[in-house]
């Protein structure tokens, strides 16, 4: 894997078609469509609409529909404004568009039985750990309250158990880790699970493919699942087949549909690696060359994963295995012996060092990265770093990480000098001039895109992940990562990261930000007030 693809290959050619696709498949993309039709509709019909009697009635059907939004309890606060927008700008497919969308979630078949199962699976996690340490009620590490009473959190609401004799590496670029992940396939003896959002041909996945093909000969059990936007793509049904007639078990989560629906925008858009229930990884990376660089899209592409290793994964096998039933027929939960304890002490892990891998999924009740990024915020008393591709928070989290700049957090956070989505680019900058002023350093890398989705703080608890800080991420999307404390190594791995990064990357203060050209504001002003359908 040493060597770049042409930008004119054919894989090139498709990369590009796909990223159009998800374009096309985006509810921004519906909402400017909408307007357009509204607009020809109101010029066609224009004699029509010209009386008083019809201004009266916009009217009134302005006020009722802010009436509506303000007091409704099924909208998120976040997301209340852009809906009056949506409902000013288009007074009558405005209320046809939230409507079929709620309509459609009262059928959201997935909903309902992914509740059911994740209620099933709580059983075969191991919860002794985390009991031992509300039992004791203290940690070694941190004896303070606040750190004994999130772990709480995560026993008692998130429902996620915490876990020691686990040992973790840090991968700080995405071709190190798929190198890592190839070799660990190859040692595989019993199952592979892979579930991914974006699964493209190239290097990587043919690379992936022969090992997955010589293992399911062998006996292992393979099973691949991957995000609907990937049925656009090479990666669709009749692929599915392909790779069925190898013993090789394949699923599109949600196709992308013509229907409109509001399912169709929770994406999936975990990245899991779990092999024999001893080693699994997450992260940001896709199965897709440009994330080890071996295909130039947007500069270097700057990104990261971690490997798990010992009890930790028992979870990343159950989160796998829970969204894998629900494309099931059956609503009964069952691990098929997938997660036999590990029984193995492992050598040169720290005993006091936590881990807790997490899940997030919409429509259910926690948005458990959100509630991890708060609590890293509100209980920093150093510093506070972050590495996201995507700035697009709403006004709570922007209070949330001003006030910890306010009282003296050293608060920094990395986003991309080349954008992959240029509207994107317009709303992250639209944050620097507030965070900066309120004390936080906001930085962009030089060389490129970085997608990296990692939260370290005070050199005692860290996130790696696939949630960014964006509306997708902490209300729509599935999303996974791991919550690190106490292990000393991988911390310390994770800030000489972000120590490279910083180097590599250019402070946006204030000076920087006036340089700026006006139609960042302007644009930036514009487009924040659509940031929830970004």
């Not at 772990?151 to 190198?179: I, L, M, R, W």
């Not at 295909?295 to 592409?301: D, I, L, S």
């Not at 691990?335 to 040169?348: D, H």
């Not at 800080?469 to 990261?497: Q, T």
Request: aromatic share 16%.
């Amino acid at each position: 894997m040493s060597y770049l693809l042409n930008k004119d290959s054919e894989y090139a050619k498709n990369r590009k078609k796909f990223s159009l696709l998800k374009v096309i498949f985006s509810p921004m993309f519906f909402i400017i469509l909408f307007c357009i039709i509204e607009i020809l509709l109101i010029f066609y019909f224009l004699d029509e609409f010209t009386g008083a009697s019809f201004q009266i009635f916009i009217n009134f059907l302005h006020i009722g529909e802010i009436i509506y939004i303000v007091n409704s309890k099924k909208i998120k606060d976040s997301f209340k404004v852009t809906w009056m927008i949506v409902f000013i700008m288009m007074p009558v497919f405005g209320v046809v568009l939230y409507f079929i969308l709620s309509f459609s979630n009262i059928f959201n078949g997935y909903r309902g039985k992914l509740k059911d199962i994740v209620i099933q699976s709580k059983k075969y996690l191991d919860f002794s750990h985390s009991d031992e340490i509300l039992e004791k009620g203290s940690l070694t590490k941190d004896s303070s309250d606040r750190e004994l009473s999130f772990f709480n959190y995560f026993y008692n609401h998130a429902k996620v158990p915490a876990y020691s004799n686990t040992k973790v590496q840090y991968f700080n670029n995405g071709k190190d880790a798929f190198e890592d992940i190839l070799q660990k396939l190859k040692i595989a003896r019993k199952f592979i699970f892979i579930e991914i959002f974006i699964l493209s041909d190239g290097i990587i996945w043919q690379e992936m493919l022969k090992i997955l093909k010589q293992k399911a000969s062998e006996g292992v059990v393979i099973k691949i699942m991957v995000d609907g936007l990937n049925s656009v793509s090479f990666f669709n049904r009749r692929y599915c087949k392909y790779l069925k007639s190898y013993n090789i078990e394949a699923r599109i989560f949600k196709p992308v549909s013509p229907m409109l629906s509001n399912t169709q925008n929770h994406r999936d858009h975990r990245k899991i690696f779990v092999i024999d229930n001893e080693i699994a990884y997450t992260g940001g990376i896709n199965i897709a060359d440009e994330y080890a660089n071996l295909y130039e899209r947007f500069g270097h592409w700057k990104d990261s994963a971690i490997r798990v290793e010992g009890n930790a994964v028992e979870s990343f096998t159950i989160m796998f295995l829970q969204l894998w039933e629900v494309g099931s027929k059956s609503r009964i939960f069952e691990v098929n012996g997938y997660t036999s304890k590990y029984e193995s002490k492992l050598e040169n892990t720290d005993e006091d060092a936590l881990y807790v891998p997490y899940t997030d999924y919409p429509n259910l009740p926690e948005n458990i990265s959100l509630q991890i990024y708060r609590y890293m915020f509100n209980s920093a008393s150093k510093y506070m770093y972050i590495m996201t591709p995507y700035l697009v928070i709403d006004e709570a989290l922007v209070d949330t990480i001003e006030s910890a700049a306010k009282r003296g957090v050293d608060v920094r956070i990395v986003v991309p000098r080349v954008p992959d989505k240029k509207y994107v680019f317009y709303v992250n900058r639209s944050y620097y001039r507030s965070l900066t002023l309120a004390g936080a350093k906001v930085y962009e890398y030089l060389p490129g895109f970085i997608h990296s989705k990692v939260y370290l703080q005070d050199d005692i608890r860290a996130v790696v992940g696939t949630a960014n800080l964006d509306f997708r991420s902490l209300y729509l999307h599935y999303e996974n990562g791991l919550y690190l404390y106490g292990d000393d190594i991988a911390l310390r791995d994770i800030k000489d990261d972000f120590t490279k990064i910083l180097n590599d990357s250019k402070e946006m203060n204030l000076s920087e930000i006036l340089k700026m050209p006006a139609r960042y504001r302007f644009w930036g002003a514009i487009l924040r007030m659509f940031a929830p359908l970004m």
